[in-house]
């Protein structure tokens, strides 16, 4: 039943988004670009795959840390559930001060930041890096003595919440704006303008921040992004780039301990220009734009697939066989890269399409065990195979207007 719940939040933030979207329109506002809204679903869409496989792994941390090192034995009431909530949202905000502060933590955070926009599709930019990293700070709860069952539950609500501050339509809130991390407070933390860096970094209660000195508000129009943006709606370049960069730094130093300084330093410290040595490597720009409407409904029938894939493969994930869903997570993510790959306009996403029509072979085997199934699925591949080239040259006409793409 947990998982169903986890499934049934993914067509509920779909919609709320599409609400978003329609009011925004509707207030004649251009809040939304559409390679950005497609990469960050993108990256929610995976965190939320890999929570398939994690959410078990992190109760069975948590839980394990209670039983054999917890000092204190609390019991579920009132106050405990009130104390659980605040030292989670206090652990909360040294996690999310740290990942700005240490370059191997902003180098797992960062993904959240890339952004130029800022509406609830915002919100989906969490990775499985960012989600592994915070757990460890989490981990603190069990050993003050809280179960694994009131942490799950808090740290759902807790997972919940920020969703509603990623939004550019809401305003001041009144009060509420001395208690509660509002979308004022948070567009303030999304900000690359000067006087908003590093400020902001609660997550429920604003509290912190006045208590820490990090605190600031909304004064002006805040200007979303990094303050060096990548400029890339690449899947994987978007996940890897700053850590790259950081690799790249310690590898110019053969000391331990320079090694060490340059993890642990503030992002401000990395040499600005390793990111442009790495760029010609690992990523190459497209000149070219293509904004026609066959273009965006392709991209937009496989997110939508994807996430229907999504809530299927969560809903019955307790009867799905191994098989089914190790090659749909396959699938999904292969679909992921492939979409950030299109709006980056690589010619290698027919290869990508190709190893999608590959991998579906075994969930269709297992899940319709049929001669004529298999049979056909056969016939499919050794047609493509057969017409690789011409099937590949007429994929770029179709899909970019051109044969000849590169």
Known sequence: MHTKYLAYAIPLFVLLMVIEFWITKKQGRKLHNFQDTIANLNVGIAERLTDCFTVGIFYFVYDFLNQHLGIFNIQSGVISW????????????????????????WGLHIVHHQSEEFNFTVSARITIFQAIARTFFWSLLPIIGFSADMITVVLLVHGIYPFFTHTRTVGKLGFLEYILVTPSHH???????????DKNYSDMFIIWDKIFGTFA????????????????????????????????????????????????SKPETLDPNIRELLEPKFLVQ??????????????????????????????????LPTLVQVFTSLIILVTLV????????????????????????????????????????????????????TIKEQYFKILYGISNHS
């Open 82 to 105: 009130v104390a659980l909530f605040l030292v989670t949202d206090l652990l909360w905000y040294w996690y999310h001060r740290l990942g700005h502060e240490v370059n191997i933590l």
């Open 187 to 197: 567009r303030v933390h999304h900000a690359c303008n000067e006087q908003y860096l």
């Open 217 to 264: 508000e909304e004064v002006e129009e805040p200007v979303y992004g990094l303050t060096k943006p990548i400029k890339s709606y690449s899947f994987l370049w978007q996940h890897f780039h700053y850590l790259l960069e950081l690799l790249y730094a310690c590898k110019q130093t053969p000391s331990l301990k320079e090694k060490l300084r340059i993890l642990l």
């Open 286 to 319: 497209s000149a070219n734009e293509v904004s026609s409407t066959r273009f965006r409904n392709y991209i937009v029938i496989q997110i939508s697939v994807v996430l229907i894939s999504l809530f299927y493969l969560i809903y019955n994930q307790e009867q």
């Open 338 to 389: 492939n979409c950030g790959a299109i709006l980056e306009q690589r010619r290698w996403v027919f290869y990508l399409e190709y190893s999608r029509l590959l991998l579906f072979i075994p969930i269709s085997i297992s899940l319709f065990p049929n001669m004529i199934n298999q049979t056909s699925l056969i016939i499919l591949v050794t047609f493509i195979s057969l017409f690789f080239k």
